[in-house]
């Protein structure tokens, strides 16, 4: 007997589900967060990264617990997670005054990928019409080593023994930066390339 395959649930049109007021709450949390960074107050800051860290976690097993899975979660989530971190390390970079900070070179990084991504998909969106970039598994990664970089930095500040471990740390964030970044890049040449806008390159390129 041959058994029935179960369909996802379709996604919603509407904003208005409980995983995207989630989602627009760690959106808001941003505002507290770079308040606390800059004023030095490094316990809230933890406590509020925390609580975001917890509502990015949840908003998607509720999403699908509830059967409430939209487009505009699909897409705003990962656009969340990316806000947060752009704008926690310039405000950890730049604005910390004579208290420790996130080197810059880990700033410019963040930024520049990100700004080049966009560029990316608005490129192969004009010359392919399509927006079917697939997350990678790299990408996801180097998403979750951004952001714990930011919690490790701050722990760090309140509990010093453990700095020697930024170090280390940086190096794991710069090579998931260059993993990810070359796996995207390769994901739109190929899909330039099936959609005719790109010329073939020799295999292995």
Same mark, same amino acid.
């Given at each position: /007997? ?58 998607? #097993?509720? !999403? ?20 947060? !971190? ?5 405000? /950890? ?8 900070? #996130? ?17 990316? @998909? ?5 010359? &392919? ?55 995207? #890049?390769?994901?739109?040449?190929? /899909?330039?390339?099936? !959609?005719? &806008?790109?010329?073939? @390159?020799?295999?292995?390129?």
């Amino acid at each position: /007997m041959s058994q029935r395959r179960v369909q996802p649930a379709p996604e919603r049109d509407t904003l208005l589900t409980i995983p995207n007021l989630i989602t627009f709450l760690r959106i808001l949390l941003i505002i507290p967060f770079v308040q606390a960074v800059t004023a030095g107050n490094d316990t809230r800051a933890v406590i509020i990264f925390f609580i975001a860290g917890v509502t990015d976690a949840f908003d998607g #097993v509720l !999403a699908r617990a509830l059967n409430q899975t939209s487009k505009f979660g699909r897409l705003v989530d990962p656009v969340a997670d990316k806000v947060l !971190a752009g704008i926690a390390y310039v405000a /950890m970079s730049l604005f910390r005054g004579p208290r420790p900070a #996130v080197p810059i070179w880990i700033m410019a990084v963040v930024l520049t990928r990100d700004a080049l991504i966009l560029l990316g @998909c608005a490129f192969i969106y004009w010359k &392919a019409h399509t927006t079917a970039f697939r997350p990678s598994f790299a990408g996801k990664f180097n998403t979750v080593v951004e952001l714990n970089l930011i919690g490790l930095f701050l722990v760090a500040c309140l509990y010093p023994p453990i700095s020697p471990l930024l170090p280390a740390y940086y190096v794991v964030f710069a090579v998931s930066i260059v993993v990810s970044f070359t796996g995207y #890049v390769r994901q739109g040449i190929a /899909m330039l390339r099936d !959609a005719g &806008a790109a010329p073939s @390159c020799p295999p292995g390129v």
